[in-house]
Structures are given as C-alpha cells and as structure tokens.
C-alpha cells in the first residue's frame, strides 16, 4: 500500500499541470482500489460550487460541467462534515442528488473524503461502485491518499488550473505567502535554482536548439566519462554486487532513449537544463511504478544520473543567470547567496517558496529595501520563469501573468510608494523626537559593507546591530583576522563618532557556512551562536582580536553576545574578552575597553535579568529569535508562519517586563530585531519606554515617521490598551486603525 502510493504522489507531484495532476489521481487510485469509477470534484471559490474536474468511469463530457452548488449532493456532505462518507447505498442518502448527465446511475456504493490543505476543504475525492460496499480498510486508504496530495493539488491549482479547465477567465487570481519585504514590485520572474538540484530546474524557452543540444551532448559525454573513471577506480574496492551499480549507471547512461527524448524536448523549445529535467522524470517514473522495491528504487538511480548530466551542464554553464530589468527572483529557497549575487539596481522584488518574515532572506530583502514574499509555497516554479509577476510585499501575495485590471491597479500603488518614500526622504536630518520631545535613536541594523551608505543616507543614528556572521558566510573559509579587522575598521570608521553594536559571530541554526557544517535534529535548538563560540575559543578569540583591534582610536564599539540562555555563558565570554583586552593593550594597541550587553532571545533571560543586569552594560532584546522560541514556531517554517507574530500578547508583556525591571538597573534595552522596523509594533516599543530602536536602512525612514507622530503619553495609552488584549490579530488592527488615524496608513498597506 505504501508503495503504491508513494508511486502516485510522485507521480502527481511530477505533473504539468493541474488537468494532469488530477487525472493521473483518477487513474491510478481506481486501479489501486479496483473500483468502478473514481472522481475528483474541487470547490470553485469563485461561483462557490464543486465542479467535477476528472473522472474516470463517469461520463468525460461532464469534466467542468457537472457542478453542484454548495449544500447539494452528497459531495457537499462531505465538504461540510470535513470526514469521509462511506454508504453502501447512496441514492437512499436523503442529500443525494442524481445527475443524469454524469451516467453515475448504475453505481450504488459511494466513498468520498475530503481534500482538506491548510484547513480549507479544496474538493472531494469519491470512489464508487456499482454493489459491492467499501470496507474499513478502503476508507483509510483513500484518506491516506487524499492526505498526501492535497499538498500537490493546491500547488498545481495555484496556476489557474480550476479555471483554466473550467472555462472560466479568472478575475482575481494570486498565491498567497508571507509579507518578507515591504513594498510592492512589477517585472519579470527570473526563477534562480540550486546547482544540480534537478527538481528545482524551470522551463525555459530557447532559440538557439543546436547550441542546446550541444551544451547537452557535451554534459552527457562528460558524465559517462565521469561513471566509467568512477567505476575503475572503484574496482578494487567494491565488492562485485556494489560494482554492478556503476555498470547499471552506465548503461543507463548509454541508453538511447534518454539521449533521444530529451534532444526531442530541446527542438520542442526547452533548454538543455529543463528538456533534461522532464526526461527524467518520466524514465524515473516508470521505475517508480515497478512493484518490485529493488527495480523501483533504480529510480532513485536515474534522478542521481540526471543531477551528475545537469553538473555538467552548469558547469559548461553557457546559460549564466541573466537579469533584466526589473527582475523579479524567484526560487524554492531563495538563499542569502544568490539574493547577494543579482545586480540591485534590476531587482524589483524577491520570492521565496520557502522561509517566513524573519528568514534571513527576508530580513536581507528589507536590508536592501526590495519588496519580498516568502513561504510561497504554492508557487509553480517550473513553469514561472519569464512571465510577468507582481509582489506584495505588504499583503504577502503574489500575481502571475496578472490581468490588464491588477497590473493597472498595481502600477498606481506602486507610483504612490515612490511618492510616500520621496516624502520620507524628507525625515532624514530631523532627529527621531516624538512630539513631546522625547528623543528615541534610531539606528541601523547592518552585516553587509553595502548597507552603510543607505544607513548613512537615511540619517541612522549608529548601528544597532551589525550581524558579523554575513561576512563569514560569503566566504569559502574562515576569514583571517587582518581580514576581519578591516571589514569591522569600515564599520566602525564610518559611523564614528556615533555608536557601533558588535555583535559576535552568531552561526547555526538557519545560518551555516559551507566550510563549518553543523549537522543537527533541530539546529534552532542547537548548537548556535555563543555555544559554538565558547566551545571553540581559538574562532572567538580571532574574531575579538579583529574587533577590539578595529576599535582603536574610535571608541563607539558595543560589544553584543547573541543566543545566551545562562548567566555562566556571559561571564565566560566577559573573560575571555578582558583576556584578549588585556593582552592587546599589553602589545601597545591603543584601545579601550567597549561596554558589554547580551541578546535577550531566548526565554529563559526573561526570568534573570535581576541576574544578568549587574554583569552587562545593556540589553537588546532580539524579537526575530525571542518570538520564536516564547511561541515555540520555528521562524523559518512557512507551515506554522501564521502562527508566528511579535504582536502576540506574550511577547508584549515578556518585553514590557524586560524593560521595566532593566530600568531598575538603570541599564539600557533596545530592540533590534524585525519588530523595531514594523511601524504597529514601533508604537508599542514607544510606550514601553524602550531605549532605542535599531531596524533595518530602508525601514528607518518608516519607525521615524512613527516616532515623530506619536507623543510618549499617546503611546503609553495605546500599551496599556494593547496589553489588556488576547490575541494578535486584534491587537494588529487596532494599531492599524490608529496608524490611519494619524494619517500613517500608507505605512501598513501598499499606496499612500
Ligand atoms: C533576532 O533574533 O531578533 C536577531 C536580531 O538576530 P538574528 O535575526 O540575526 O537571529
Ligand atoms: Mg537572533
């Protein structure tokens, strides 16, 4: 059973699109189950009714015809009860509806379950027929099945399909995600895919065949070079079985219709990476259908052969990622790489089927000031790239080959923007004072050398939060400390007098470098930040040496320790950093000693500051890992994203007691974490009575514009109010509303 269908989800999640999808579910669950008709009706949200999308035993002129309004027939039942519908007699259903046009009438027995993703029920799954009754065993598997492919529905839905098979033109047609980065964004979708990541290859349309089917006759001659060398090194290693594999490789390698089918795709008009991609799904999937396990799993061997062919080809890479203007990137992952890697001046606007509002992609994209969604998970990458694309960045959404109506709507809003950022443009020199003259700095968050212009031009105060761990990720080793020195020298240097916060290197979880692995269950939970600092202290000490040595003569270094959950963790590394001090004031470098403070993100330091203030100069409170771990969703899983939320009640009462008992100690708290940069949350840090805030370079203009329209007074009421709330959404449209009554709602939706 299990084989079977793990054969049809793969099969399924291989489709082109939506019609094929579904018909392959027809198809393959009714020879599975041996039933006389299997059905698949989904739930057209636009005329609200269940339209028969594929059949196999009904009558196929009722595809996209036969449609039940919400309430009728017995598909309805199901889509209200949300469980499965098992009757061995259904035209005695007080619910049945006959249709005669869908030729159902011999078919007596009916099972229908519900295709439930993300708790919407999109349509119904129904196996008939003509006596014999379903059994418990039946049930389970078609729940099973249902289960496992709503996923693939919803992503193949996500192109149109619904309509596009029913006929119907769509009016307001998008994929919803995550709000990454504020803004919204027009171009063209540039899908950028993962070296040798076959799955992940787009469809791309070509010119030039030949110079394709060289490029790929090239890659494949190169790969059966690369088997043979593999197999006669190997031979004296393996055993005689093991070397069968890489004689099975090479025939595979040698076959014919490989080379045949996918030259035939390359003079259909894909490029050599995507004509590859669809050869092997289909051979994969042949093997996949094998009953036998051991056949079946040469499947896998054929994706592993179709990865070495797809190296080659990028390796010979003729086809570098070209960027028009206004590229709009795309990707199942889109990593801080290749964010880094696309010219900024063509980016209009990022897309990442994976990550949520506080993945580093997005805090990058809000770096850069690039509107962005994220955990797009319904996205069609494959068939995406070159079609024209909008991003909302506020909403989260996304429109593919929007209609003439959007694009328009979207053109206007996104003219207003640049109204609304030229107007904030204005704010730069003024200091960020509220209006009864209460200074609150405002400064930058950084880790790339590229942020400091923006964060200078948009008049931040300083740095509050300068990630060093961005300089060790773009690197293919770790940087020496001349090299470290210099990166922190400009840093520093170019904000002097004002201050700098240092934060030491903070690496694991969703941060890794290439050359450092750390292989972990639940790397959030893991080894991370000063774990791994304090365990390797020949890493820490290079990297303080750098720092204090960048230091001299400036005097505007904070030192910040990231990810600390116990008290030992800070006298440690206040140690090992009077140690360091010591020995380089010992060998005549003229620096002084920079005030310490701690990152408060991990709950546990919420119950010791008592404990923690005597040790610190400061607190900055980072909100992205804080609201993670309080609320127990993982920041970057788009699965659980909307329940991951800096406006939920606890964390607004954790920070209120964070400040309150810190300003006991007379001591400093700050916020730098994506909050600080959300104009609704800006309020509410206002009325806590927060030191500072530090965001992001193109979110300062934004907070400034909060802070110089709200008195502390005003603020304070708005906490009060805020705190006496249960949940996040009510707390969000309230500030909302009070944003637009201060004439600020431009800063929370697209327009002005
Ligand atoms: C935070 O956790 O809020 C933070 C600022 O650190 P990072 O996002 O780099 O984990
Ligand atoms: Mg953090």
Known sequence: MLHTLRRIVNEVNAAQNLAQALDIIVRRVKQAMDTDVCSVYLFDTVSEQYVLMATDGLSPQAVGHLRLARGEGLVSVVGETQKPLNLANAPEHPRFSFCAESGEAPYRSFLGVPIIHHRQVMGILIVQHAEQPFGEDEVSFLSTVSSQLAGAIAHADAS????????????????????????????????????????????????????????????????????????????????????????????MLESKSLEAKTIENIRAGNWAAGAL???????????????????????????????????????????????????????????????????????????????STSSHVAILARALGIPAVVGASHLPISRIDGCEIIVDGYQGRVYVSPLPAVRDEYLRLAREEEELVAGLDELTNRPAVTTDGVHVPLFANTGLLSDIAPSLERGAEGVGLYRTEFPFMVRQRFPGEEEQRKIYRKVLEAFAPRPVYLRT????????????????????????????????????????????????????????????????????????????????????????????????????????????????????????????????????????????????????????????????????????????????????????????????????????????????????????????????????????????????????????
């Not at 090239?218 to 690369?226: D, P, V, Y």
């Not at 056949?295 to 960027?323: C, F, K, V, W």
């Open 160 to 251: 149109g399909g619904i309509k596009g098979l029913a006929g119907e033109v769509a009016t307001k047609r998008y994929i919803d995600g995550l709000p990454g980065a504020p803004g919204v964004g027009l171009g063209t979708a540039v899908v950028a895919y993962p070296p040798a990541n076959l799955e992940a290859i787009p469809d791309r349309k070509i010119q030039d065949t030949d110079k394709e089917v060289d490029v790929f006759l090239a890659a494949l001659a190169a790969a059966r070079t690369e088997i043979r060398d593999l197999a006669r090194r190997m031979s004296t290693a393996l055993s005689e079985e093991d070397r069968a594999l890489f004689d099975a490789y090479a025939l």
């Open 277 to 355: 991609r669809a050869t092997i799904n289909e051979h994969a999937n042949i093997f996949d259908e094998m009953e036998d396990p051991y056949i079946s799993e040469r499947a896998d061997d054929i994706r592993d052969l179709g990865r070495r062919i797809l190296a080659h080809i990028q390796n010979n890479a003729t086809n570098p990622m070209e960027y028009p203007d206004r590229t709009i990137l795309v990707g199942e992952e889109i990593s801080v790489t290749e964010l880094s890697q696309a010219p900024l001046e063509r980016l209009a606007g990022v897309i990442s089927g994976a990550g």
């Open 505 to 752: 290197l903070d690496i694991g979880g969703d941060k890794t470098l290439s050359y450092f692995p750390i292989k972990e269950e639940n790397p959030f939970l893991g080894w991370r930040g000063i774990r791994v600092t304090l365990d390797h202290p020949e890493i820490f000490v290079v990297q303080l040496r750098a720092i204090l040595r960048a230091s001299a003569g400036l005097d505007n270094l904070h030192l910040l320790l990231p990810m600390v959950s116990h008290v030992a963790e800070v006298d440690q590394a206040s140690l090992i950093i009077k140690r360091v001090f010591n020995e380089l004031r010992e060998a005549g470098e003229p620096i002084t000693m920079p005030e310490i403070g701690i990152m408060i993100e991990v709950p546990s330091m919420l119950y010791q500051i008592e404990d923690l203030a005597p040790r610190v100069d400061f607190f900055s409170v980072g909100t992205n890992d804080l609201t993670q771990y309080l609320l127990a969703v993982d920041r970057n899983n788009a699965r659980v994203a909307n329940l991951y939320d800096a406006l939920h009640p606890a964390l607004l009462r954790a920070l209120t007691h964070v400040v309150l008992t810190a300003q006991r100690y007379s001591k400093p708290v700050s916020v730098c974490g994506e909050m600080a940069g959300d104009p609704a949350a800006a309020i509410l840090l206002l009325g806590m009575g927060i030191s500072s805030l530090s965001t992001t370079a193109a979110s300062l203009p934004r907070i400034k514009w909060v802070i110089c329209n709200f008195s502390m007074a005003e603020a304070r009421n708005i906490l009060d109010e805020v705190l006496l709330m249960e949940d996040s959404q009510t707390i969000r449209a309230f500030l909302n509303a009070r944003l637009d009554k201060a004439g600020l709602g431009g800063l929370v939706r697209a327009g002005k």
